[in-house]
């Protein structure tokens, strides 16, 4: 998203939009957005990897199972 907004042309907002979207990016900068899971843990990329990876091989077995796609 940083690089979005640090590609987008300010000339074309307004002064105060221009000034939102530097202190959105200064926001970011200071504070990391984390992806929690009920704030119990952080929900990194190595975890989402792992998650999805679950999901796609419990899927491809659902699908060896199911009857009317086995005849």
């Known amino acids: 998203m940083l690089s979005f907004l ?6 074309k907002l307004t002064a105060p939009e221009a000034a939102q979207i530097e ?7 200071l504070q990391k957005p ?3 899971a009920s704030s119990i843990f952080v929900v990194g990329t190595r975890l989402l990897g792992s998650i ?4 796609v091989t419990y ?3 659902a ?3 199911h009857p009317s796609w086995t005849k």
């Open 59 to 61: 899927v491809l077995v």
């Open 63 to 65: 699908i060896q199972f």
């Open 6 to 11: 640090f590609k987008y042309p300010i000339s």
């Open 34 to 36: 984390v992806l929690t």
């Open 23 to 29: 202190l959105l990016i200064i926001t970011l900068n």
């Open 52 to 55: 999805i990876a679950t999901i």
